[in-house]
């Protein structure tokens, strides 16, 4: 079963870890992601279709930013997702 025949709460988002480019110091020590992850990065896989009070603006394929403490981790099919509510995302895109 693929990821695309399951399907998600009306105000919830599974997303894709987007991998961030590792940064390192003039002096080729590298920053780990921990030391600025302030906002994590994902791309859309699932959204639900909303609710009338919370309308659902970002749809599969948008990149979102929310805060890293805002997902519960989850794995489907040995591939590791987050699980986000609409209201948690910061900017879509």
Same mark, same amino acid.
């Given at each position: 079963?693929?990821?695309?025949? &399951?399907? !998600? %709460?009306?105000? +919830? ?7 961030? $480019? ?20 994902? &791309?859309? !896989? %699932?959204?639900? +279709? ?7 603006? $970002? ?23 987050? %699980? ?10």
């Amino acid at each position: 079963m693929e990821i695309k025949d &399951k399907n !998600v %709460l009306p105000t +919830k988002l599974l997303v894709e870890k987007t991998k961030r $480019v590792q940064k390192k110091t003039l002096s080729g020590i590298i920053i780990p992601d921990t030391a600025e992850e302030v906002t994590s990065l994902g &791309k859309v !896989v %699932l959204c639900g +279709k909303g609710t009338e009070a919370i309308p659902m603006e $970002v749809k599969v394929g948008d990149n979102v930013m929310f805060p890293p403490r805002a997902v519960i981790r989850v794995k489907i099919e040995d591939d590791d997702y987050w %699980l986000l509510n609409i209201q948690d995302v910061l900017l879509y895109w």
